[in-house]
């Protein structure tokens, strides 16, 4: 009894799977519509192209086979029913021979067994799955639009039903507006055309539409969703990553209506074009939106296998409408892939260099042309203060400070016979041989009084600027390993003096000044890496010396390093001035100064450096340094099967030629976008067609294969497939020519005919009616508040979120609640955590980036409710609408407000309502002053001047119940 | 005072509104839900309970489902099976089914079993406190589900189908019940994280999207963070109650003009749920409130959380509770199966044990049904060596309260835990005896829709009155 129950629920499965069973179809059986579904749901988990599974040696997926003598039989014999094994083996009454076995739980149902039976009885034509064959376009009038129309109209007709008529001009503006940009017209626009709403001026719309700067953005949102973007890493640390130059770099080429083909190419493999650009190795960065875990203790090899599975299943599942995930572990069981040419497609994408690793590198540099050009500026003032710097320090004469005497020598000895002369205003230049190691004996008698410090300057002689201030040519370094100072009275015998403490502009790392006094020949005073501009440095004597009148003062410059790291020119000065003093001038005055501007912008130039986002991206490994790639044994990374070759799987092969090494990425790119790919270019018309109509043509935009549904109107899908690839893959050309159409333009209304006959809609006979995507939601409140800023590109932001969400146990990473422009951005530069998604965008069936989203399943749940009564967003919308409508004369307010948010006219009577709830809860407000503040408080609004708080409180309520109504919401 | 003045008066208005001419399936219980259903109505509703509106007087008024999503392996819990043992590493033909994947010999089970109860029944050393309320428990050893993968089991076992997308149990049940409390949503669904398929399994599908199943992560456990949005801008609750009332009557004129949408017609009453909400939400999610003793009988971790929270949100009236263990998919153990069960088990046993305490001392679990089980059973034969591949052919589920007779088991697998023998259960059985518990009568519980009356059991199912309290 039971077994009999089951067989009529299957049979109302399949009447409802297939719109339009073969039933209501001419007698004919179709292959592919009504035979395929059949064997691939009954049979191929055994009879598949999975040979791991395979029984009996039979294939019911390749004609030949299932026509060919087997042990049993032959299965399929065409225009005999009774002969054919397959049909017998189903029907049979023993438990041991029926098909498919008891212990499956399958049964073919009565009805699929009329159709075996009527198919073999006609012939046995065998076919694909109608996605395999080519799209072919169908005969119907060459231009797109009128094709389109004639053949929505063809199939309603051939169910006793027609087009809507055409929905009022206002509310076409606003759903062209919403779809082709996410953004709402302006009242004032929706009116213009609805003065003048004729076929020419629809069309200038759709062509004004598709060249606003927010169409990019737009559309870049559905990219984002297919491209797993996100602003983290994933997996349990979920750091921080910089893919936003990927973002704007992709509403920078939608914008640019670039080409399908030329996009997929640069996307995959942007890095491998000949002398690729910045811009097309950064597109690359696609398939580097893929997780990483930065966790300790996990194995990177197992997070980077993981990664290049998600971009062969992301690619199949993007272009080709295919489920390949399965075929890790083991072979499809129901679409033409084994676990082996899985493995072949992985094997391309298994030679990038990214490796799961914390830095994830490699990584490439976007500066941007603003930031570029301030480098640029940066290191132009810097240079013109390094040249000015050295000239001031140089400039010996002119700037003297009065308190520093030269000490210009009255004997000098060099070793080696180097050869020491004195030249103007006491620089001592070296010449001639150049010992290893030297020391310099200067002997002079100063002027009598005190000297209290002596100061060293090695200079860069006049007219050498790429010299340095040592003798070495290959390092012109220096190093003082010992100063001596010795003072040889008139009267009496030498003594030293001692230094008590020093001070040099500048010290090479582990080589201070003051080493050059610590009694140690092997430490010293030297100037790496900046030999080569000139330097000082003051010593502070440990006391006062007096000179008396015929005191000599004998210096010794100890330069014992070796090499020849010796001055070549310097000069000697004393002072009597203090300690503070004599430290404050290493050099002539003005360059302090200098030197302290060019710290700071060096400074500036490093961090602005050091902001240069670097995005991660695809590069190929070397070809010595190829990986292997291997089977995984059930999909286990640890358990490595058969060595594998790159390659395509054989249903679809690829028809141009591959590269004698092997195919790559590029090559991916033209098998994926080749006329032959019988997929491609009906995936991606269909996942248009669907973002404008709210539900595909085939309605598993992810699943194309056999397990997928079947397509409501093949011939549109081929049509709009082929439209679409031989426009040269412009998205634009394709929405124009959908947009056009009548059945875009249709009114949305439901009639109860509809409702019975066709309650999803599948036939067409009216406009799709849907809610917003999140995005748009969030969008929406911001553009018609006013709020909305209009600013594109950049890092992202973070607009005002609950408090708290954020648990930032690993890093400083913080939600700060952006103020200003960042706080009204589109949703599509928000912050995306992968692990904490925005959650007034997620609770509208955003994604959180972590896979590949195909489409978005919509849901309508009370929290969405809570999202629009009281998130700080709607509330501040709320507010910003109430200041405007306060702003209009009085008896325009409510339907300004109306106008604003529904994009259609509105009479004084549709807005009683709200004037009831105006004025009752202005009473109220008026009564209680600290609750109409408080509310002002949290919508951030602002009373104008002679304006009470407790009007714009009470409008703020009365926008709030405005921007809330399902009408508003809602794309229709 | 002038607000509360409007409130009746809009109140009685919409009594006057003939809200049927929205949509009849809508507007069954409108008169009911149109009252409850009223925004303005804040005080005043806390009287109007709804009633059980079932075919019958049911014995459970609600569920709790705990799904162990993955499919845990029923050999290691409530089924004992020697011939594991004697047979381990063969496979004798019996033994020789077909799953997703392939299998191996026989992998028995290591796990001790015992004799609980006055009932005598086998539990596993595994689950050491649930088997102290083994006498709450029917045991339903032969489950069995049509197909060896996780989508189309996960989809059967929720939706009733292996195809997307229809109505989900709890929209059905939340459906042809109602709400017991229009302050929360009818039928919540928990999870730390996301089950695979996702919100298709909670789906209302073609029902009005009302009975959609509100998904709740609670992966962190402070109300503001479970339900983000519940901070009200405007503190004066009658004046939000008059501005929510409003915009049900905008929208309601939007519906009439543009013609009947259950998207729609859901969103009306969301909008009034997530009213309510605000003011019971952050009490019903609040565990804080819970006494020290209390949260040290359910433990620690999600699932202990997700229990509690599944108890606190039956008192208040939710219809229908699914509790998902994890993200993804834990349960399904290919590799290195017999440490994943024993870890796995450890974090259900002592919370599972504490809830059915718990309900049974507010004298809670004999209306409210519990149920446990994952989308399909596992293989007794090994995959790999380590693990146990997926199973429909038969595997464990138990139900507990809401009028299920405790201390039983029903059904029986084969020796080897492969297949369901004796007293098999479909899913479908199961889902009719659940809605018979509830007092619906599973084949007149229906939706017609595209021509067609509908059902959660399609056009299969027996209810199962052996495991019914008489």
């Known amino acids: ?972 | 005072m002038a607000v509360w003045e409007r409130l009746v008066s809009v109140l009685e208005e919409d009594c006057r509104d003939n809200r049927l001419s929205v949509s009849a399936p809508f507007s069954r219980r409108t008169l009911l839900a149109g009252l409850g259903g009223g925004a303005g109505s804040v005080g005043m509703l806390s009287a109007l309970r709804a009633e059980n509106a079932g075919h019958f007087p049911g014995t459970a008024k609600r569920v709790i489902h705990l799904f162990m999503n993955g499919g845990p392996f029923q050999g290691d819990f409530f089924d004992p099976k020697p011939g594991l043992t004697k047979y381990a590493g063969q496979r004798p033909p019996s033994a020789n089914l077909r799953t997703e994947r392939k299998t191996g010999g026989l992998m028995p089970s290591p796990f001790r079993y015992r004799r609980h109860g006055e009932s005598g029944l086998p539990v596993s050393e595994l689950l050491p406190q649930t088997a102290k309320c083994i006498d709450e428990i029917c045991v339903v050893r032969s489950t069995w589900t049509d197909n060896p993968n996780h989508g189309p089991a996960l989809l059967l076992m929720n939706n009733g189908t292996i195809l997307p997308t229809r109505p989900s149990m709890g929209s059905w049940v939340s459906y042809g019940l109602g709400t017991e409390n229009a302050n929360l949503p009818g039928y919540v669904v928990l999870c730390p994280g996301k089950p695979v398929r996702f919100s298709i399994l909670w789906t209302s599908a073609f029902l009005p999207g009302s009975h959609q199943g509100t998904y709740i992560n609670h992966s962190s456990l402070s109300p503001d963070k479970l339900v983000p949005f519940l901070r009200n801008r405007d503190s004066e609750r009658e004046r939000q109650a008059l501005q929510v009332n409003l915009i049900r009557r905008m929208n309601e004129r939007h519906l009439q003009r543009s013609g009947p949408d259950t998207r729609l017609e859901g969103r009306l009453q969301a909008m009034e749920t997530a009213f309510r909400m605000q003011f019971t939400a952050t009490d019903a999610f609040d565990l804080s409130q819970e006494t020290r003793q209390t949260r040290d009988a359910y433990g620690e971790g999600h699932f202990a959380n997700g229990c509690l929270l599944a108890r606190r949100l039956s008192e208040r009236g939710v219809r229908f509770i699914q509790l998902y263990y994890g993200n993804g998919q834990p349960w399904d153990t290919h590799n290195n199966h017999h440490q994943a069960s024993r870890d796995l088990s450890r974090a259900i046993d002592q919370p599972v044990a504490a809830l059915l305490t718990d309900l049974r001392q507010r004298g809670l679990l004999d209306e409210t049904l519990v149920l446990w089980g994952g989308e399909f059973g596992r293989t007794p034969t090994s995959e790999n060596g380590s693990g146990r591949d997926h199973n429909h052919h038969g595997f464990t589920t138990w139900m507990a309260g809401g009028g299920i007779q405790g201390g039983m088991s029903w059904g029986e697998t084969d020796e080897f835990g492969f297949q369901a023998l004796h007293n098999r259960v479909h899913v479908h059985d199961l889902h009719a005896t659940i809605l018979h518990l509830l007092g619906m009568d599973h084949e007149r519980l229906t939706y017609r829709y595209a021509g067609r009356d509908f059902r959660l059991t399609d056009v299969a199912g027996n209810v199962i009155r052996e495991i019914l309290q008489s």
Request: aromatic letters at 6%; charged letters at 25%; one cysteine or more.
């Open chain 1, 1 to 972: 009894m039971q077994g009999l129950l089951r067989v009529v629920s299957s049979t109302v499965l399949v009447a409802c799977c297939h719109v339009f069973s073969p039933a209501d179809a001419e007698d004919q059986v179709s292959f592919s519509r009504d035979v395929l579904p059949i064997l691939s749901t009954r049979c191929f988990a055994c009879h598949g192209p999975d040979a791991a599974q395979r029984q009996a040696e039979l294939r019911l997926d390749l004609e030949t086979d299932a026509k060919l003598e087997h042990s049993s039989g032959v299965p399929v014999v065409p225009k005999d029913p009774d002969g054919s094994t397959m049909l017998s083996r189903i029907n049979s009454e023993d438990s041991e021979e029926v098909m498919p076995p008891p212990e499956t739980g399958q049964t073919v149902t009565v009805e699929e067994r009329k159709i075996l039976r009527e198919w073999i009885a006609q012939g046995a034509v065998w076919g694909k799955h109608w996605a395999f064959e080519a799209p072919v376009r169908p005969e119907v009038p060459r231009n797109g639009t009128v094709a389109l129309d004639l053949l929505v109209k063809k199939k309603l007709a051939d169910h006793g039903l027609q087009l809507s008529p055409q929905a009022d001009a206002w509310q076409r503006v606003r759903r062209l507006s919403l779809d082709l940009t996410g953004l709402p017209p302006t009242p004032e626009q929706a009116e213009q055309f609805a003065n003048n709403p004729g076929t020419e001026q629809w069309n200038a719309l759709i062509d004004a539409l598709l060249e606003r700067p927010e169409f990019g953005e737009h559309w870049a949102r559905m990219w984002m969703d297919l491209a797993r973007y996100a602003d983290t890493k994933g997996y349990e640390k979920d750091r921080g990553r910089t893919m936003w130059p990927w973002r704007d770099w992709l509403v920078q080429q939608l914008n640019q209506d670039r080409p399908l083909n030329e996009l997929t190419r640069e996307l995959l493999a942007g890095d491998l074009l000949p002398a690729a650009t910045v811009d097309q190795r950064l597109a690359t960065a696609f398939h580097r939106n893929t997780m990483s875990n930065d966790e300790g203790g996990t194995d990177n090899e197992e997070f980077r296998t993981l990664a290049v599975k998600d971009r062969v299943d992301s690619t199949l599942q993007i272009w080709m409408g295919l489920t390949a995930g399965c075929a890790r572990c083991h072979s499809h069981k129901y679409d033409p892939l084994t676990q082996e040419e899985y493995y072949g497609l992985y094997a391309i994408f298994n030679q990038t260099a990214d490796a799961d690793r914390p830095d994830d590198a490699p990584l490439l540099s976007i500066p941007g042309d603003e930031r570029r050009l301030r480098i640029e500026e940066l290191e132009q003032s810097i240079g013109t203060l390094k040249s000015r710097l050295e000239h001031l320090r140089n400039q010996l004469e002119s700037n003297e400070n009065d308190h520093w005497t030269a000490f210009v020598p009255q004997r000098m000895e060099a070793q080696g016979h180097a050869k020491m002369e004195t030249g103007q205003a006491g620089v001592i230049t070296v010449s001639g041989p150049s010992p290893e190691r030297n020391d310099y004996l200067l002997e002079s008698a100063p002027a009598p009084g005190s000297i209290t410090a002596l100061r060293i300057q090695a200079l860069i002689p006049d007219g050498q600027k790429n010299a340095g201030v040592g003798r070495n040519p290959g390092d012109p370094n220096f190093v003082l390993s010992e100063l001596l100072i010795e003072i040889i009275p008139a009267e009496g015998s030498p003594r030293s003096v001692a230094v008590q403490r020093a001070k040099a502009d500048f010290s090479q790392r582990n080589w201070p000044v003051q080493a050059a006094f610590d009694g140690d020949l092997k430490t010293g005073w030297a100037v790496s890496p900046q030999m080569r501009q000139p330097h000082a440095a003051v010593f502070v004597l440990q006391q006062p010396l007096t000179i008396s009148e015929g005191d000599m003062l004998r210096l010794q410059l100890q330069q014992r390093y070796g090499n020849s790291l010796t001055m070549r020119c310097f000069r000697i000065s004393v002072t009597a001035e203090s300690a503070e003093v004599a430290e404050r001038d290493l050099f002539a005055p003005g360059v302090r100064e200098a030197a302290a501007e060019l710290a700071q912008l060096e400074n500036q130039l490093k961090q602005l450096r050091s902001a240069i986002p670097r995005v991660p991206v695809m590069e190929e490994l070397a070809r010595e340094r190829n990986r292997e790639t291997r089977l995984h044994v059930r999909g286990n990374f640890l358990d490595p099967g058969e060595p594998v070759m790159a390659g395509f799987p054989e249903a679809f092969p690829i028809v141009s030629t591959v590269a004698a090494g092997g195919p790559g990425r590029l090559d991916v790119a033209d098998w994926l976008m080749a006329d032959s790919n019988p997929l491609t270019a009906r995936v991606w018309a269909n996942r248009i067609w669907a973002r404008l109509m709210g539900q595909g043509i085939v309605t598993t935009e992810e699943d194309f294969g056999t397990m997928g549904a079947t397509p409501s109107h093949p011939e549109l899908l081929d049509l709009l497939a082929v439209e679409h690839r031989d426009n040269g893959w412009s998205l634009r050309q394709l929405l124009r020519m959908i947009c056009r159409s009548e059945v875009y333009q249709q009114s949305s209304i439901v009639t109860a005919e509809h409702r019975l006959q066709d309650p999803e809609n599948r036939l067409l006979a009216r406009a799709g009616r849907f809610r917003l995507s999140a995005e748009a939601v969030r969008d929406q409140l911001l553009a018609v508040s006013g709020l909305l800023s209009l600013h594109q590109g950049g890092p992202p932001v973070m607009p005002p979120q609950p408090a708290g969400l954020w648990r930032s146990t690993y890093n400083s990473e913080k939600w700060v609640n952006a103020e200003g422009d960042n706080r009204y951005r589109r949703s599509l530069y928000t912050y995306l955590k992968r692990t904490t998604p925005y959650p007034a965008l997620t609770t509208f069936d955003a994604g959180s980036g972590e896979f590949c989203m195909i489409r978005r399943i919509r849901t309508n749940t009370p929290l969405q409710a809570l999202v629009m009564l009281n998130d700080q967003t709607a509330v501040e919308a709320a507010g910003a609408l109430a200041e405007r409508m306060l702003a209009q004369p009085q008896e325009h307010r409510l339907i300004w407000g109306m106008r604003q948010a529904l994009i259609r006219p509105v009479s004084a009577e549709q807005t009683e309502p709200l004037q009831m709830l105006l004025d009752d809860v202005m009473q109220e407000f008026e009564a209680a002053p600290e609750s109409a503040a408080e509310l002002l408080r949290n919508a951030r609004a602002e009373v104008a001047e002679n304006q009470p708080a407790a009007e714009l409180a009470a409008m703020v309520v009365v926008a709030g119940a405005i921007l809330n109504q399902d009408e508003f919401l809602t794309r229709h």
